[in-house]
């Protein structure tokens, strides 16, 4: 079966920061991977995604996640962040094939300081 | 907006009793996902259905089961609920049913068992 870890459950930055949010996964096989954001009373939405080619993969928003097959992990990345984007941010993953079952992290949660 | 849309908002029940969740996907989507999310499990896959028919079940009880009508619309029923089955439910639609689908979700229905 798959898992995911999100191994900072909450995180506090000052704008301009750097942001580094970690995500591992275990599956034997092949994966898509996924990074969806919540904003405080809104819906989940894709930031990006992974299913293959180039490992680093930039989204919206000035993000960025790169897939590291032997690390297993699929880390967000932005230079700097903004107050706009506090969210809980979640990392999820997909066996490549078959049917849609995703299985997503617990979730980080992300505020930033202006 | 993404166009997913979910009532009720809020719900708020006894022990024992069952409910109802409805969901609505975005015009032209065929697939229909349905996740709990609670502060101890994260969110979590429950079923798939994908033009009527289940796709995929990830860990959903037995007193729950879901359907898919013709209008594409779904229901998830909840029965003989427990205070554990408090959470967050969402909903999400896809196109179609593969994994390059970009799911979109709803804005959940908020479930209390009192």
């Known amino acids: 079966a798959q898992s995911v870890s999100q191994h900072n459950h909450h995180v506090i930055l000052s704008e301009a920061a750097s942001l580094e949010l970690g995500c591992n996964y275990s599956y034997g096989g092949t994966v898509n991977l996924f990074w969806y954001v919540q904003y405080p009373g809104q819906h989940l939405q894709l930031l990006l995604k992974?299913?293959?080619?180039?490992?680093l993969v930039k989204g919206i928003k000035g993000f960025e996640a790169e897939f590291i097959k032997s690390k297993f992990s699929f880390n967000l990345r932005k230079p700097s962040v903004q107050w706009s984007d506090t969210a809980e941010y979640f990392c999820?993953?997909?066996?490549?094939?078959?049917?849609?079952?995703?299985?997503f992290g617990i979730g980080t949660k992300l505020q930033v300081i202006p | 907006d993404s166009g997913v849309t979910q009532t009720p908002k809020h719900l708020i029940t006894a022990t024992g009793q069952r409910v109802t969740l409805r969901c609505s996907p975005r015009?032209?989507?065929?697939?229909v996902y349905w996740y709990q999310q609670s502060l101890d499990q994260g969110l979590q896959f429950l079923i798939h259905?994908?033009?009527?028919?289940?796709?995929a079940k990830g860990n959903i009880l037995e007193r729950f089961s879901a359907q898919q009508f013709p209008d594409l619309h779904s229901e998830l029923n909840l029965s003989s609920l427990e205070l554990g089955d408090s959470a967050l439910y969402f909903c999400?639609?896809?196109?179609?049913?593969?994994?390059?689908?970009?799911?979109?979700f709803g804005p959940g229905t908020r479930l209390t068992v009192l």
């Open positions: 999400a639609s896809s196109v179609e049913q593969g994994v390059a689908d970009t799911q979109y």
């Open positions: 992974y299913f293959s080619g180039d490992p």
């Open positions: 015009s032209g989507d065929l697939s």
């Open positions: 999820a993953v997909n066996a490549s094939g078959g049917y849609q079952k995703v299985t």
């Open positions: 259905y994908y033009n009527g028919e289940e796709r």
